[in-house]
């Protein structure tokens, strides 16, 4: 297949593209640089500088004709997309839109779409499945949720079949180690457990113990980033074998509170990495565990590498490059 991925720099869309390529299959990155590094691009893809809301630009790109859309560009930042929601407006909706009327118009009719379990917010029950009530706890949630709405009209209006892969907390570094590129200024609790364990940041602070869960700390569903790079594979293929559209909750299926992440990073980096507890942070729901055995079963995915020492062992081979 030949294939757009649009923010292909980025962590999990390098990951992405990796895959593909690995696949056989023909890759063009679309991205502006501004979280993707260029680091994280392959010689054997294309290139193209630039951003979703320059719709010239998008026209004339998709003008080249592609078989799939992979979307992953968007603003990522829970914190700040309360802050500044004009932003997370601007860049992940308009942009969106901009990108489905470029595709509709060049007669692009596959596209896999990065949503994100943040459109869920608390819990009802768990593990969440396909069908939990959506209620954002955050604008950037919000914005994916918004984006999925509308990409359910284009498949009705427009007959572009899409998928929507809502990720769970995304981590670890490809097993193989080609992806060069860390995260800038990342928010996100491994990263920033990295950045302690390679002395860029002094310590952590763990956002609330006083949670209704083990150990007080808040539980994640922690997913390995190439398995979340398979199931964009799976879900091109899946989209374009069967005609349809669907959504898809990906994740490992297993809680993993704060403690047991750092614990587990001592272990496996064997850096003290000094840690306080701090406030809870706003918006932050106690227990987030998924189910995927819809994904396990219709698109025949598999987390292969999301248990808790591969997570941890493959982040740590990409920072310690940094130490
Ligand atoms: N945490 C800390 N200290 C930190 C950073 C995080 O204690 O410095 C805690 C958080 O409170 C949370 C856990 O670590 O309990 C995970 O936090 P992350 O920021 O890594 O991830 P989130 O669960 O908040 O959100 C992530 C992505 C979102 C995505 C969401 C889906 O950032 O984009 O997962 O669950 F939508």
């Known amino acids: 297949m030949k294939l757009l991925v649009v923010g292909g720099a980025g962590y999990i869309g390098s990951h992405v593209v990796r895959c593909f390529l690995d696949n056989g299959h023909n890759v063009t990155v679309f991205d502006n640089l501004s979280t993707g590094c260029r680091e994280n691009l392959f010689k054997e893809g294309e290139f193209i500088q630039g951003d979703i809301l320059d719709i010239p630009l998008l026209q004339e790109v998709m003008a080249g004709g592609f078989d799939g859309l992979v979307h992953l560009a968007a603003l990522k930042s829970v914190e700040e997309s309360m802050s500044f929601p004009e932003k997370y407006s601007v860049n992940n909706i308009t942009g969106t839109l901009n990108l489905l009327n470029a595709a509709s118009e060049s007669g692009i009719r596959h596209i896999v779409f990065s949503s994100s379990a943040a459109i869920f917010g608390n819990p009802q029950y768990l593990p969440i499945d396909e069908d939990h009530l959506k209620n954002p706890p955050n604008y950037y949630g919000f914005t994916k949720l918004e984006i999925e709405h509308i990409l359910q009209w284009y498949d009705r209006l427009k007959k572009i079949r899409f998928a929507a892969l809502r990720y769970f907390n995304a981590v670890g570094y490809d097993p193989e180690g080609r992806i060069a590129g860390l995260e800038k200024n990342p928010a996100n609790l491994v990263p920033i457990i990295m950045e302690v364990a390679t002395g860029k940041r002094k310590k952590l602070q763990i956002f609330g113990d006083d949670y209704d869960t083990r150990d007080g700390t808040c539980i994640r569903d922690y997913v390995h980033v190439s398995d979340l790079a398979t199931a964009h594979l799976l879900a091109m293929e899946y989209i374009h074998k069967f005609n349809t559209s669907d959504c898809f909750n990906l994740g490992s299926e297993k809680g993993t509170s704060v403690l047991e992440m750092v614990e587990s990073a001592r272990e496996i980096t064997g850096k003290p990495i000094p840690a306080e507890i701090a406030p809870r942070r706003p918006g932050d729901p106690g227990n987030l565990v998924a189910t ?28 310690k490059k940094h130490l």
Do not use: H
Request: hydrophobic share 35%; proline share 4%; net charge positive.
């Open 292 to 319: 995927s055995a819809k994904a396990y079963k219709t698109l025949k995915w598999k987390a292969q590498y999301s248990d808790l020492p591969t997570l941890m062992e493959s982040s740590w081979n990409a920072y």
